[in-house]
């Protein structure tokens, strides 16, 4: 009886230790609790630039896609989360690159949404940041960075405009949009 309880331990501890995912060297939970729903692991990749290596994405969704446009134009909960990987990765190089991405955007933000935006990132990135991009229907989308929430912008469309920088027609990156899309 010892030996089956102790069999049943491992077995079960084993199984609480598969439940990430190693993308570029980073750990990522195969689901995430986002709003009301359990969402799942649809891919993540890393985010690439003059061959310097800056963060690791991974989207989450309800049900897995390749499709961005299902993502883009989605009004159902998802998330992006990105770890910063580099010293490279300044608060101004990262608001630069996101502006940039809102110029290229599939769908085009508010200027007032945009601010707003910017304006959760007053304090300066460090290697091992963690950010989080939730979004849900009811709320919009939340911005989260290390585990402090920055605040929340209300509505669908800022929401297409800032996943369209990761995943729409002009992305930040083509392979991590790729990998995000679980084709990588």
């Known amino acids: 009886m010892k030996k089956l309880n102790l069999m049943l331990i491992l077995f079960l501890g084993l199984q609480?230790?598969?439940q990430t995912k190693t993308i570029s060297g980073v750990k990522f939970p195969l689901t995430e609790k986002?709003?009301?729903?359990?969402?799942?692991?649809?891919?993540?990749?890393?985010?690439e630039k003059y061959w310097m290596d800056l963060y690791v994405a991974a989207l989450y969704l309800e049900a897995k896609t390749t499709d961005a446009s299902k993502v883009i134009y989605g009004t159902e909960e998802m998330a992006i989360h990105i770890k910063i990987i580099s010293s490279s990765v300044t608060r101004e190089r990262f608001l630069e690159?996101?502006?940039?991405?809102f110029a290229n955007a599939t769908s085009k933000a508010s200027a007032e949404d945009k601010k707003k935006f910017i304006g959760f990132f007053s304090d300066e990135f460090k290697i091992g940041d963690v950010i989080h991009f939730d979004y849900t229907?009811?709320?919009?989308?939340?911005?989260?960075?290390?585990?402090?929430?920055?605040?929340?912008?209300?509505?669908?469309?800022?929401?297409?405009?800032?996943?369209?920088?990761?995943?729409?027609?002009?992305?930040?990156?083509e392979n991590l949009?790729?990998?995000?899309?679980g084709k990588g």
Not at 137 to 150: A, F, Q, S, W
């Open 97 to 101: 690159s996101v502006n940039e991405g």
């Open 34 to 47: 986002i709003g009301k729903n359990e969402l799942v692991l649809n891919g993540g990749g890393l985010r």
């Open 137 to 173: 229907p009811d709320k919009g989308l939340k911005v989260t960075k290390n585990g402090v929430v920055k605040g929340t912008i209300a509505g669908y469309d800022f929401k297409k405009s800032l996943f369209s920088i990761w995943l729409g027609s002009k992305p930040a990156d």
């Open 177 to 181: 949009k790729k990998g995000m899309l």
């Open 16 to 18: 609480a230790f598969g």
